[in-house]
């Protein structure tokens, strides 16, 4: 964003026909549909170890993540690291497979 001119801002309140602002340039169009929403979100920088990942994104009252952190706190681990454990063993009780990556 250009910074305030502020001799230009005066003279235009004074009603100056010597000297006109410019004008402001056009903001950037929002896109419309979501597909073009997905296209400008993966137009945006994303940290190379994100890369094959996707959030999981669930909402607990607050003392469930205080608990949680203060668990990997007390264990020297972090909290992925704990998820990824509490969704592998939630896979191994199913059968299925323990593929949640640890120690990040």
Do not use: W
Not at 14 to 43: C, N, Q, Y
Not at 69 to 92: V, Y
Request: charged content about 30%; glycine content about 6%; hydrophobic content about 35%.
């Amino acid at each position: 964003m250009k910074k305030a001119d502020l001799a230009a801002a005066l003279a235009e309140q004074a009603g100056s026909t010597r000297r006109r602002p410019e004008p402001l340039p056009p903001p950037p169009p929002i896109p419309a549909t979501g597909a073009e929403r997905a296209e400008a979100a993966e137009a945006t920088y994303r940290q190379p170890s994100r890369d094959g990942t996707a959030p999981i994104t669930a909402h607990f009252p607050k003392e469930v993540r205080r608990q949680l952190k203060g668990l990997a706190n007390e264990l020297d681990r972090t909290m992925h690291d704990l998820i990824a454990e509490a969704f592998n063993d939630l896979f191994a009780k199913h059968g299925k497979a323990e593929i949640c990556p640890r120690g990040q």
